[in-house]
């Protein structure tokens, strides 16, 4: 007997607004999305041969970040998706794979849109004066530490750089009015060798995700 489709909440799935995603009826809070993927047609494809065949290996659970506006304000909550994932049956690959999604970074706990937000509030704009890492960690009461805002800082901006993923309006105005965030950001060595520097802040990423597997969902991270 198959599993019964899950009700969908209509309202709260337009207020979470992510076109990738539908928020689970009956099921967390003001704060808490439980989603699924909106269903698709598409047959899984294997990243790593373009294999099609593949085998079901189960559900699994990831939680976000992701930033709500409110009013005036923009509210952080949390998002725990279920997706499958499943493994290639290829032989001599075995590649064990799950969905892409174009609402976050890979490995990124942290949505795309609370990574704009982050962006859009520290370099300057206008008559608005940049707030400091600190200043917006305090915005979100303190959930996600000054330390872990200055990476995703970073991490969007180097992918709107490298063009890895859509740039958005607000983006495209900063370069067009020649506002570039400040080369203060990053150490000076950094600056001179950037390439070692995107190695190492891809390191710490990949430290601060391991430490954040084993944490509660209201862990900074």
Same mark, same amino acid.
């Given at each position: !007997? ?12 337009? +207020?979470?607004?992510?076109?990738? @995603? ?8 003001? +704060?808490?999305?439980?989603c ?9 494809? *294997?990243?790593? *041969? ?13 939680? /976000? ?18 997706f499958?994932?499943?493994k290639?049956?290829a ?6 794979? /799950? ?31 940049? @707030? ?7 915005q ?30 607000? /983006?495209? +105005? ?16 950094? !600056?001179?060798?950037? +390439? ?5 802040? /891809?390191?710490?990423?990949?430290? @601060?995700?391991?430490? *954040? ?9």
């Amino acid at each position: !007997m198959k599993n019964k489709k899950p009700d969908i909440d209509e309202e709260r799935t337009a +207020e979470l607004d992510l076109p990738e @995603l539908q928020v689970i009826a009956g099921k967390g809070d003001s +704060e808490h999305f439980f989603c699924i993927p909106i269903p698709t047609k598409a047959h899984p494809v *294997c990243p790593r *041969c373009g294999n099609s065949a593949a085998r079901n290996q189960g559900k699994i659970r990831r939680n /976000y970040y992701h930033v709500i506006p409110r009013g005036e304000k923009s509210n952080l909550v949390t998002i725990s998706l279920e997706f499958r994932k499943h493994k290639c049956l290829a032989s001599n690959c075995g590649c064990v794979y /799950y969905p892409k999604f174009s609402f976050v970074s890979p490995y990124a706990r942290t949505t795309r849109k609370l990574a704009d937000v982050i962006v859009g509030l520290h370099i300057p704009q206008g008559i608005d004066d940049p @707030l400091s890492f600190t200043e917006i960690s305090e915005q979100f009461s303190g959930k996600i530490s000054p330390q872990v805002v200055r990476q995703i800082y970073l991490r969007r901006l180097s992918e709107l750089e490298a063009g890895l993923s859509d740039v958005p309006a607000w /983006y495209r +105005e900063i370069q067009e009015n020649e506002l570039h965030y400040s080369s203060s950001d990053l150490p000076d060595s950094d !600056m001179s060798q950037p +390439e070692e520097a995107i190695t190492r802040y /891809y390191q710490d990423i990949e430290l @601060l995700h391991s430490h *954040c597997k084993n944490a509660s969902i209201d862990s900074t991270y």
